[in-house]
């Protein structure tokens, strides 16, 4: 096929969002919108992706600053054709395909059918699809496949309103037809140059406008509402469990969140409830849930997660057991068979292989040896108000129940802390360290505290 340039039309407010944040940042399934078109355009290798930015621009830029797209800048937002106009400066001598940044369920495979159909004669050609409901989007006015025009739902008369085909936005100009968009007016309700007036441009020139109609409407929906964006965080999240059951992958049921990059290994099973979210990558055979939330987390093989358990930024490795009701927090890291029980809390840590921390626990900036045991109530005191401290338990040392350990501070391998104790100096290798007051017996209390009263 020729060369491509594909450009992707960001730079509208988005005012029926009602937000502060730039409508293609907005997020489905836990991946800001733009992000999605983006990749799909990636996947048909074009020279060059541009995506028109204004409206938030900064925040847009920033957001794509990774070196695949060239940024440009519409200044004010006076319409689709208008926006494409502003990519001319760094369109090569491609065909132009172009992507709406608030229609992100498109698929690749979609879009290289499409761009099959239009090689067969290289006209201006549109994607539409029916709808049920086709409130809001531009209705298509065809003769066989040929597109007469396309009116926005504003500018519509009553009999067009009820046309059920409608414009995804998705479309293909070659390069040599870039210049009708030139020729586009904004002679109309909105005061804005219209992309799809190029079909009324086109057809006064002799020339024709195709329509590639695509079977799955819910693919091409777009985004303008907070109500579509939870239609397609709905579509997208069936669409990501479909995916993963192909590949082996157990669900009790379809109430589990699973945002789209995130990998899951076979005979894996997820229990409902479950929130798994961001740069997220889950090994094989491990159980989750019900009721687990994980963002940014590494979980290897044969782990099993009970319920209620909340993690980010951590890396669990292979055999691990955690939960029910575990906190882990960044940088925590779980070595090998060790275990964390209910409420406890982790942060900054590597606990060793085969190491316990089964009840009410807090570990912070610290790192925990092989085979150790932590007690019940087990507090890392690492923060002095100002500054954080490490505390380092070496192998198989056992911690009684209801120790505080304030950091700085090393306990040294195969030592025991007496329960209860406060933990202030380095413990040496092999000794019992116990700093508790010692039990007093006091005889005839009770007798005498009546005779008080
Ligand atoms: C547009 C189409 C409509 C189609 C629908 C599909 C036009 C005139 N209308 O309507 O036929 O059915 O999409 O979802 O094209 N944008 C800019 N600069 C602008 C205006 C918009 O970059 O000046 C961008 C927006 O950020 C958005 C896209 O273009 O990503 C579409 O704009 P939007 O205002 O959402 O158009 P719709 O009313 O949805
Ligand atoms: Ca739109």
Same mark, same amino acid.
């Given at each position: 096929m020729k060369a491509l340039d594909i450009v992707i039309l960001a730079a509208g407010k988005g005012e029926r969002m009602v937000s502060e944040k730039p409508k293609v940042l907005h997020e489905v399934m836990g991946k800001p919108m733009i992000d999605y078109v983006v990749k799909a355009a990636q996947g048909l290798e074009p020279s060059k992706i541009i995506v028109v930015t204004g409206h938030g621009?900064?925040?847009?830029?920033?957001?794509?600053?990774?070196?695949?797209?060239?940024?440009?800048?519409?200044q004010d937002q006076k319409g689709t054709a208008h926006a494409?106009? %502003?990519?001319?400066?760094?369109?090569?001598d491609g065909d132009i395909l172009v992507l709406y940044g608030d229609v992100p369920l498109i698929e690749l495979a979609t879009l290289q059918g499409f761009l099959s159909f239009y090689e067969d004669g290289r006209h201006i050609t549109f994607m539409t699809t029916d709808v049920i409901d086709p409130k809001g989007y531009g209705r298509v006015i065809t003769v066989g496949d040929d597109i007469i025009k396309i009116k926005e739902e504003i500018d519509a008369s009553p009999e067009e309103k009820e046309i059920r085909e409608i414009n995804t936005g998705i479309c293909i100009i070659p390069r040599e037809s870039f210049d009708y968009l030139k020729e586009i007016n904004a002679e109309n309700k909105k005061g804005e140059y219209y992309l799809t007036d190029i079909c009324k441009v086109a057809r006064n020139k002799g020339d024709v406008v195709k329509a590639y109609r695509h079977g799955v409407a819910s693919e091409v929906l777009g985004i303008n509402s907070r109500k579509e964006q939870t239609e397609a965080n709905k579509i997208m999240k069936q669409r990501v469990l479909e995916r993963h059951m192909k590949n082996g992958v157990s669900f009790l049921d379809n109430n589990v969140y699973i945002g789209s990059d995130v990998e899951i290994g076979k005979d894996t099973t997820i229990f409902p409830n479950c929130y798994i979210i961001g740069k997220t990558i889950i090994g094989e055979r491990v159980t989750i849930g019900p009721n687990v939330v994980i963002r940014d987390s590494v979980i290897h093989s044969n782990v099993n997660i009970e319920g209620f358990v909340v993690m980010e930024g951590v890396e669990l490795m292979e055999e691990v057991k955690v939960g029910p009701f575990s906190r882990l927090r960044a940088e925590a890291v779980i070595e090998k068979g060790a275990q964390i029980g209910n409420f406890v809390e982790v942060k900054k840590s590597c606990v060793g292989e085969n190491s316990k921390v089964n009840h009410l626990a807090y570990i912070g900036d610290a790192h925990i040896g092989k085979?150790?045991?932590?007690?019940?109530? %087990?507090? %890392?005191?690492n923060y002095d108000g100002v500054k954080k401290h490490k505390t380092i338990i070496e192998d198989n040392v056992f911690i009684?129940?209801?120790t505080e350990i304030v950091a700085p501070v090393t306990i040294g391998k195969d030592a025991v802390i007496g329960a209860g104790s406060t933990i202030t100096k380095n413990v040496p290798d092999d000794v019992l360290a116990i700093s508790r007051v010692q039990q007093k017996h006091i005889k005839g209390y009770r007798r005498k505290k009546k005779c008080v009263e």
């Open positions: 621009r900064e925040r847009v830029e920033a957001h794509l600053n990774d070196g695949s797209v060239v940024c440009v800048v519409q494409l106009i %502003t990519s001319a400066q760094h369109l090569g085979g150790v045991n932590i007690g019940a109530g %087990t507090i %890392t005191c009684g129940s209801n």
